[in-house]
């Protein structure tokens, strides 16, 4: 079974919009959340991590979890064109320690100038 | 700072070779993984290395898969008897706690 799920897009947005990814999962003991970016022929890189219920804002990001409802989401706000790239949602399996992260497939975003 | 870096950065094989790819972690992380990534697929979970303790084998796919990890840095991901399946990124990352995973630029792997 898919862990992670996401939206594969593309998630088109015209420049100076909010983008809005969204991410469910399944494993109610996940604790936590991150983001990841993935330009095209690239590594990942992080943007975001979240634990806790509510919002986290970093920048132009605001990453939301909602552990009721087992969804976490990334809000873009004032899209790039250079923001355009597939978003990774990935959880780890135990709560505040390392171990491998479980990654949904990524929504490609296309920010159109 | 070095990032994690990967070599080969591009391998081309037949299929039945042996391929061995090669990490160099962040100085000083203490955690390794090796996950791989196939056209239109996240990324899979293949491995995990934490200090000295026993590696996270748990997400390698069959036994022609193994790696090391030597003095506590390099990684070796060997996979024995390539098949075309096996064509992949195959990216390593590191990490010095639970919040962040370095990764590296990835080896690209054919199987012909």
């Known amino acids: 079974q898919k862990e992670v799920e996401q939206n594969s897009g593309p998630l088109s947005v015209p420049e100076g919009a909010i983008a809005s990814l969204n991410c469910t999962y399944s494993?109610?003991?996940?604790?936590?959340f991150f983001w990841y970016r993935q330009y095209s022929g690239k590594s990942p890189e992080l943007i975001m991590f979240i634990y806790s219920n509510g919002d986290k804002e970093d920048g132009r990001f605001t990453a939301q979890l909602n552990k009721a409802s087992q969804y976490v989401s990334l809000l873009i706000r004032d899209s790039q064109p250079s923001d355009s790239a597939t978003y990774l949602c990935?959880?780890?399996?135990?709560?505040?320690?390392?171990?491998?992260?479980?990654f949904g497939k990524g929504t490609k975003l296309s920010v159109k100038p | 700072g070095a990032g994690v870096s990967q070599s080969p950065s591009n391998k081309v094989t037949e299929k039945g070779k042996d391929v061995e790819l090669r990490c160099d972690p962040i100085s000083g992380h203490t955690a390794l993984y090796w996950y791989r990534q196939s056209l239109g697929q996240g990324l899979e979970f293949l491995i995990y290395?934490?200090?000295?303790?026993?590696?996270?084998k748990s997400g390698l796919p069959s036994d022609r898969f193994s790696a090391e990890r030597t003095g506590g840095s390099v990684s070796t991901l060997t996979i024995q008897r390539t098949q075309q399946e096996d064509s992949a990124v195959y990216l390593c990352?590191?990490?010095?706690?639970?919040?962040?995973?370095?990764f590296g630029p990835g080896t690209r792997l054919l199987v012909l």
């Open positions: 990352a590191s990490s010095s706690g639970p919040e962040t995973q370095y």
């Open positions: 990935a959880r780890a399996p135990y709560g505040g320690s390392q171990g491998n992260l479980i």
């Open positions: 290395f934490q200090g000295n303790s026993a590696p996270d």
């Open positions: 494993d109610r003991g996940s604790q936590s």
